[in-house]
């Protein structure tokens, strides 16, 4: 072989522009596909409901008994696929009734209007605007979604440890003890269910606001609970809230809940 | 050097028993996995995407769309041909391909993966209980 120093020079140059050249090419290459066939993009559904922080106002005047109460929480239970565990430990609850003094602690004095006493007060996730239980997740399972104000779980993620119900001041979590399928009456085939070993709570119907629909218990309520845009003047539950004298469950953890009682 | 038959012994039963898969099942390879398409997702004739991205590719496509939905809110695909799909596993999926036995469960016996989407997601959207 000619090893002469210019065969040299003029090999070492001739290799480096072909290992030079292959990359560009392929890139180059790469390009026209991209060109040839779009890209798939991921979009939100044009009805979709839009807010800044997602709020509820609950007109507990309008609620006497639990037959006033029952149909909403069916409404929400129904489509969400919650069982229903007879054993009070293993209960999964969404959103249900509670007595006045387990609703707001603090507020409730040594003695209380009968009517106020004695009636149901509904009770669900508040999703706060300041949530203890998603700095609590490890995970990231529960968090809180920047653009509407939803606090959402992520049931891939959690592992069932449990710290959110423990960071919930409201109670407002339930763990799946059981596997809950054998629970559920009559199963909504369009929303999953859940498994053993991972919590839940009310997620404010997001898969109905991405579909342009208001949740499930506004819906069922008739009236009765009213839902919208805490951050539009605008909105109607700014409306009732500037013309109602309204409260909120323990306020002064400083959870800035997002669902209002007017009393 | 006189252990020397005894390690040779053992050497070799020790090969046969590391190999035994290898020999036992030589020449018997199990069946390729023949998947069923209902027919509603053979008059669809496409999926979402392209069969072969679809074979190779599927896990990474639920991935994504797990992801937009649960922690992004966006629930609309729109693939390459700007055909529009609701990302739902039991609702868009399973509409085309419901019988998961037939066309799900028999690659993933064969890979032998054992995804846990079931233990949720509700499996036969078509069928009454």
């Not at chain 1, 559904?45 to 106002?57: H, K, P, S, T």
């Amino acid at each position: 072989m000619d090893s002469s120093r210019r065969r040299i020079l003029q090999f070492l140059g001739l290799t480096g522009l072909a290992v030079t050249a292959k990359p560009v090419l392929n890139a180059l290459a790469a390009e026209q596909e991209h060109g040839a066939a779009a890209e798939p993009t991921i979009k939100k559904d044009d009805a979709a409901l839009e807010a800044r922080q997602w709020a509820m106002v609950i007109d507990t005047r309008e609620f006497h008994s639990e037959a006033d109460v029952e149909p909403l929480v069916e409404a929400c239970h129904s489509i969400h696929n919650v069982p229903r565990l007879e054993n009070k430990n293993h209960e999964i609850k969404w959103i249900w009734p509670t007595h006045y003094h387990n609703a707001f602690p603090g507020k409730a004095a040594r003695f209380l209007s009968e009517d106020v006493e004695h009636k149901p007060f509904l009770v669900l996730c508040n999703h706060c605007e300041n949530p203890p239980c998603v700095r609590a997740c490890p995970t990231k399972a529960t968090f809180k979604r920047e653009w509407d104000g939803i606090v959402m779980m992520d049931f891939h993620r959690c592992i069932g440890c449990r710290f959110c119900m423990v960071a919930c001041p409201y109670g407002a979590r339930s763990f799946n003890f059981r596997d809950p399928r054998p629970f559920i009456a009559e199963t909504n085939k369009k929303f999953p269910t859940r498994m053993k070993g991972v919590v839940e709570k009310c997620n404010f119907c997001a898969e109905r606001l991405a579909v342009g629909q208001l949740p499930a218990c506004v819906e069922a309520s008739e009236g009765k609970l009213t839902f919208g845009d805490l951050y539009d003047p605008e909105s109607e539950v700014r409306e009732l809230i500037r013309t109602h004298y309204t409260i909120r469950r323990k306020q002064t953890v400083g959870t800035e809940p997002a669902v209002y009682y007017i009393v | 050097m006189k252990d020397k038959k005894f390690i040779i012994l053992g050497l070799i039963v020790f090969l046969v028993i590391v190999l035994f898969p290898f020999w036992y099942m030589r020449g018997k390879a199990a069946p390729k996995p023949e998947v069923v398409l209902t027919e509603k997702a053979l008059a669809a004739k496409v999926c979402v995407r392209s069969t072969e991205f679809m074979r190779a590719e599927h896990m990474q496509l639920l991935d994504l769309w797990r992801h937009s939905v649960v922690r992004n809110g966006e629930r609309i695909y729109v693939n390459p041909d700007g055909k529009q799909y609701n990302m739902s596993l039991s609702n868009t999926c399973l509409d085309c391909h419901s019988n998961k036995a037939e066309f799900c469960d028999r690659c993933h016996n064969y890979a032998s993966v054992r995804p846990y989407c079931w233990s949720c997601h509700i499996e036969n959207p078509k069928e009454s209980t």
